[in-house]
C-alpha cells in the first residue's frame, strides 16, 4: 500500500520559515520524481517545486529563491524548506511522486502565513 504523510505545515508570521516533510512508503522511492503542489481556496492546485530522480530541481518564479526543495532516499522522504513567507504562500501543501504512469499524492497540510 502506498502511502505519502506530510507534515510541518501550521500559522507563522510573514517573513517567517516552515520546513514541510513527506514520508513515503510502500514504492521503490528512488526511481520517483517528486514535488510540491499548492492550493489555495478557490484556485487550482499548481506546482511549486518539483525534484527530478537525479538531482535537478526546478521551481515556480513566485518562490524561487525563497524555497529549497530536498530529497532523502535512504529515508523515502522529501522536503520543502520554505523562507521569507508571505501572505500569498497560504494554501493547502501537497506532495506529489510520479514514475511512469504512478502517481501519487499526500493528504495536504495547511499552511497560514498571517500576522
Known amino acids: 500500500q502506498v502511502q505519502l504523510v506530510e507534515s510541518g505545515g501550521g500559522l507563522v508570521q510573514p517573513g517567517g520559515s516552515l520546513r514541510l516533510s513527506c514520508e513515503a512508503s510502500?514504492?521503490?522511492?528512488?526511481?520517483?520524481?517528486v514535488a510540491w503542489y499548492r492550493q489555495a481556496p478557490g484556485k487550482e492546485r499548481d506546482l511549486v517545486a518539483t525534484h527530478i530522480s537525479g538531482g535537478k530541481a526546478y521551481y515556480d518564479a513566485s518562490v524561487t529563491g525563497r524555497f529549497t526543495i530536498s530529497r532523502d532516499n535512504a529515508k523515502k522522504m522529501v522536503y520543502l524548506q520554505m523562507n521569507s513567507l508571505k501572505p500569498e504562500d497560504t494554501a493547502v501543501y501537497y506532495c506529489n511522486v510520479v514514475w511512469s504512469s504512478l502517481d501519487f499524492w499526500g493528504q495536504g497540510t495547511q499552511v497560514t502565513v498571517s500576522s
Open positions: 510502500g514504492i521503490d522511492f528512488s526511481r520517483y520524481n
